[in-house]
């Protein structure tokens, strides 16, 4: 816009320079525009954008130059000092288009040094504290440096300290979604599941080979092996890891307000029902639903679940009217679902939708030097928490974790490893911190279980002994590796 133009109608002037620098998110392209506007609008050959850092007014720095060479050491000198100091100190835009006879600038060195022929300063306010200030001068012409100018470059300023305060906050706003991103990534990806034994790769390979189905996935395992854990990977490893991941613990609710929680219900379906209710299968639409302790789950809501994975539809209690979905299912139980098939608690039919892609956890006694790995990882985030020095396991420490059974799996190691890092005395966890009873040991195996669960539990140590090879494994338990390929086909291993 020519200057002529500004100065006929700078209202017009004002709306088209603030619609074009209001559309620039990126601070250092912002800056430029900003200061080419002004050094063009007024004719000026040299300019700079000074910004104070870190909010501190004691800090000015330059963030920009045009034809000034501004030394780090000192990037102002006497003369665009003391014009700088006095527009912020008047918080208005202040011009000297008559240097030689400003008796506020005129005694400056630098004026006869540099030639100086006029000079201006803009200071830069959000919400009346100072930011900045662009400060430009003329070596040619006065030029545009007039007082009639002096009201639009104040309306001037007002807009460039906008759109510079909209500019940090869209930097802010985009490096704080990247920390988020990658705390989100680094919370659940893949490599957030820490195993390097055989079972625990084969589960790796499943998650990456499925991730990006829709297809229902039922996983399997003894409770506190993770599986929670694997669901969220499979949703935040695909291409859905931008939907809604929604998590039901089934076993922790009675039927009727499973019901209610799953489905939703209408206003005035039943007592205490005072408004209408999304259900968690609405709140998971377009991302996944992972059921945990599916197993649980009584035969009425059974039907209904059964509904949903046929029809990929779900019904409010007290409405008639079907409600569509799009959600991918994740079911998780420690129970055996082929035995409460059999014996009659759990739908054939059901078991068979939910058992599409079967991916089974290993407990921790079956994982070899898993634990020593889980075990440093937990000591790392315990010791940050507790503000300890902690640095790792002694021999006897490390002896005693592959020793034990872990009944409880990776859930009782990382409750241990805290424990022992708040009850450790020195830069090394012992056994004695552990506290770990030496009956746990995996060469006793424990009572209480059935011939088939016996049979299971033999395999699946002499497969982690021989790193789940099945022909040496199976050498060793003198069966043949037509047996084990079906039993281990049979147990999802």
């Known amino acids: 816009m020519e200057r002529t133009d500004i100065l006929k109608d700078p209202l017009k002037a004002l709306s088209a320079i603030s619609e074009t620098i209001n559309t620039i998110y990126d601070l250092d392209e912002l800056l430029r525009k900003i200061l080419d506007i002004v050094l063009k609008t007024v004719n000026a050959q040299r300019g700079m954008v000074l910004m ?27 003369f665009s000092r003391s014009v700088v100091e006095a527009a912020l100190k008047e918080g208005e835009t202040i011009i000297s288009y008559n240097i030689l006879q400003d008796d506020r600038f005129s005694t400056a060195q630098s004026i006869a040094e540099q030639k100086i022929v006029a000079a201006a300063c803009l200071p830069l306010r959000i919400k009346s504290q100072p930011i900045g200030a662009i400060y430009i001068d003329s070596t040619e012409t006065r030029g545009q440096f007039r007082p009639e100018m002096e009201p639009f470059l104040n309306a001037f300023a007002h807009q460039a300290a906008i759109a510079i305060e909209n500019a940090q906050m869209y930097e802010r706003l985009r490096i704080e979604n990247r920390r988020l ?25 499943t998650i990456r080979n499925v991730a990006d ?21 499979l949703h935040f490893n695909s291409r859905y890891h931008d939907k809604p991941f929604i998590a039901c613990f089934c076993g922790s609710l009675p039927e009727t307000l499973l019901e209610s929680e799953l489905f939703g219900h209408k206003a005035g379906s039943f007592t205490g029902a005072t408004h209408d209710k999304k259900g968690l299968f609405e709140e998971a639409h377009g991302g996944t639903f992972f059921l945990d302790e599916i197993g649980d789950i009584s035969p009425r809501v059974q039907v209904q679940l ?59 006694r079956a994982r070899g030097d898993d634990v020593i790995l889980l075990a440093q990882h937990f000591l790392d985030q315990a010791a940050q928490k507790a503000e300890k020095p902690v640095q790792g396991f002694s021999d006897d420490a490390i002896e005693a974790m592959r020793n034990y059974s872990w009944p409880g799996n990776v859930r009782e190691l990382e409750n241990c490893i805290e424990r022992a890092v708040l ?45 789940g090879n099945v022909s040496e494994t199976a050498r060793a338990l003198g069966v043949s590796r037509r047996w084990l390929h079906y039993r281990l086909k049979e147990w999802g291993l």
């Open 52 to 78: 104070f850092e870190d909010g501190q007014t004691d800090k000015l720095r330059v963030r920009l130059s045009h034809n000034i060479d501004t030394p780090p050491d000192q990037p102002l000198d006497r």
């Open 181 to 205: 991103r990658k705390t989100l990534q680094s919370k659940h990806e893949i490599s957030g599941i820490i195993g390097r034994s055989p079972a625990m790769l084969r589960v790796l390979e």
């Open 213 to 233: 189905t829709r297809a229902t996935v039922l996983i399997l395992g003894e409770s506190g092996t993770g599986k929670e854990l694997v669901a969220r990977a």
């Open 306 to 364: 059964l509904r949903v994975l046929q029809e990929r539809e779900i019904k409010r209690i007290g409405e008639n009217q079907p409600r569509k979905i799009d959600v991918r299912i994740i079911a998780a139980t420690n129970k055996d679902l082929k035995k409460e098939v059999e014996e009659g608690r759990f739908r054939e039919d059901l078991y068979y939708r939910l058992n599409v892609i079967t991916i089974y956890m290993p407990p921790l």
């Open 423 to 467: 009850l450790a005395k020195s830069d090394f966890i012992t056994s004695k911190d552990l506290q770990i009873e030496p009956e746990g040991r995996i060469s006793s195996l424990p009572s209480g279980l059935t011939m088939q669960e016996y049979e299971r539990l033999i395999v699946e140590q002499a497969l982690n002994e021989h790193q």
